[in-house]
């Protein structure tokens, strides 16, 4: 994907975000994680992630149902990532809307 076709996707899904999106970013924008700055929908490589953390190498998943069968596509392009040094945590829509206190701790236990 090229750079500018990426940043333009990122922009209408920043635009378009799902519920557990929304209520996960609540909590993360404006430093307020433990002071860490977080960005949502954000290029990197040949990919969109949901959220990243540059300063702490972690990136953030929110899975939808589509995910539950695309685990192999979603294990490599976790791989790809990993390869440059980040950490992907990934959750599920109902685990952010059903227990964001309990999303935020496995967060902050992985910083």
Not at 64 to 93: C, M, P, Y
Request: charged share 30%; net charge positive.
């Amino acid at each position: 994907m090229r750079s500018s076709q990426a940043v333009g996707l990122a922009r209408k899904l920043r635009k378009n975000s799902t519920e557990a999106e929304k209520a996960l970013w609540k909590q993360l924008h404006a430093k307020q994680l433990e002071g860490n700055k977080f960005r949502r929908q954000q290029p990197i490589g040949d990919y969109i992630v949901d959220f990243v953390c540059f300063e702490k190498n972690i990136i953030i998943e929110i899975d939808g149902g589509q995910h539950a069968v695309q685990t192999h596509e979603d294990s490599r392009r976790d791989e790809i990532l990993a390869q440059q040094g980040f950490k992907v945590l990934r959750f599920w829509n109902n685990e952010v809307l059903g227990s964001i206190e309990g999303v935020l701790e496995k967060i902050k236990s992985n910083l």
